[in-house]
């Protein structure tokens, strides 16, 4: 198989690029970053690339609003070349500020198998506070290629501004419809909660979502944050022998398999 190349996508603030990357190259692939101002010069070198990776962090200071600067970025400067990367087969993944930044952009959840556009936003928690805790996250959907269906996973989530919502209620009776919700918040035993088992108060305790493609996928809590058993908080006292978010990046580089 030929080698599976990851374009990680930085910026000012941006602070989870190399572990970014190296969940990435634990799961087979080739990842690298490459600084938002050398896309704009060479557009065109996106198309080099099998996966387009946007990490967590702070881009601009979250300035204006989490995400937002850089997604003004990839609306106005790149535009055209991710749509076509999208249409050509290949992967997006975005982490937390990355995922701010793909829901500000309008690539997702993007538009309905109807021709829907799905406004939807990612705005301040509702404990008014950033929330820096493990979370359990329940399969939403069976389409993303991301996602292992039905397999309950265990993340941590460290954001400010995490909570998804729509524009209107029939939005997010479309996204449900057409399988786009990736991950919902839920307890150890796979239930609602409110806070703190939904960290941020999300719309339908969403924490991420695809396209409808099922080939870009958000989510708020950070898989790469917990590739190896070590990274789980209670790994001695658990006989921890997986890491949940290495599944992710594995089944992202399975894909072109």
């Given at each position: 198989?030929?080698?599976?190349?990851?374009l990680v996508?930085?910026?000012?603030?941006?602070?989870?690029?190399?572990?970014?990357?190296?969940?990435?190259?634990?799961?087979?692939?080739?990842?690298?970053?490459?600084?938002?101002?050398?896309?704009?010069?060479e557009p065109?070198?996106?198309?080099?690339?099998?996966?387009?990776?946007?990490?967590?962090?702070?881009?601009?200071?979250?300035?204006?609003?989490?995400?937002?600067?850089?997604?003004?970025?990839?609306?106005?400067?790149?535009?055209?070349?991710?749509?076509?990367?999208?249409?050509?087969?290949?992967?997006?993944?975005?982490?937390?500020?990355?995922?701010?930044?793909?829901?500000?952009?309008?690539?997702?959840?993007?538009?309905?198998?109807?021709?829907?556009?799905?406004?939807?936003?990612?705005?301040?928690?509702?404990?008014?506070?950033?929330?820096?805790?493990?979370v359990y996250?329940?399969?939403?959907?069976?389409?993303?290629?991301?996602?292992?269906?039905?397999?309950?996973?265990?993340?941590?989530?460290?954001?400010?501004?995490?909570?998804?919502?729509?524009?209107?209620?029939?939005?997010?009776?479309?996204?449900?419809?057409?399988?786009?919700?990736?991950?919902?918040?839920?307890?150890?035993?796979?239930?609602?909660?409110?806070?703190?088992?939904?960290?941020?108060?999300?719309?339908?305790?969403?924490?991420?979502?695809?396209?409808?493609?099922?080939?870009?996928?958000?989510?708020?809590?950070?898989?790469?944050?917990?590739?190896?058993?070590?990274?789980?908080?209670?790994?001695?006292?658990?006989?921890?022998?997986?890491?949940?978010?290495?599944?992710?990046?594995?089944?992202?580089?399975?894909?072109?398999?």
């Amino acid at each position: 198989m030929a080698e599976i190349r990851v374009l990680v996508l930085r910026t000012a603030g941006t602070n989870c690029d190399q572990e970014m990357c190296w969940a990435f190259e634990m799961a087979g692939a080739k990842a690298e970053t490459v600084h938002v101002n050398r896309l704009i010069d060479e557009p065109e070198m996106l198309a080099d690339y099998q996966i387009l990776a946007l990490p967590g962090g702070f881009s601009y200071g979250d300035d204006i609003a989490a995400g937002k600067i850089l997604a003004n970025q990839l609306i106005h400067h790149f535009n055209d070349q991710v749509r076509q990367f999208i249409d050509a087969d290949k992967l997006v993944l975005g982490v937390c500020n990355g995922f701010q930044v793909l829901v500000k952009a309008g690539i997702l959840p993007g538009v309905s198998h109807n021709g829907t556009k799905l406004h939807t936003t990612i705005t301040y928690n509702d404990s008014g506070k950033f929330e820096d805790r493990w979370v359990y996250l329940e399969p939403g959907t069976d389409k993303c290629v991301f996602v292992d269906p039905g397999q309950r996973i265990y993340l941590p989530v460290a954001h400010g501004e995490g909570k998804v919502c729509f524009a209107r209620e029939e939005l997010l009776e479309q996204v449900k419809e057409d399988g786009q919700v990736a991950f919902r918040y839920v307890d150890k035993d796979g239930k609602f909660g409110d806070y703190p088992v939904n960290p941020n108060g999300s719309t339908d305790h969403i924490a991420g979502l695809c396209d409808s493609t099922g080939r870009v996928l958000g989510l708020m809590p950070h898989p790469e944050r917990f590739v190896h058993r070590t990274h789980h908080p209670r790994w001695t006292r658990e006989d921890v022998q997986q890491a949940d978010g290495l599944n992710i990046f594995t089944n992202a580089v399975r894909y072109f398999e």
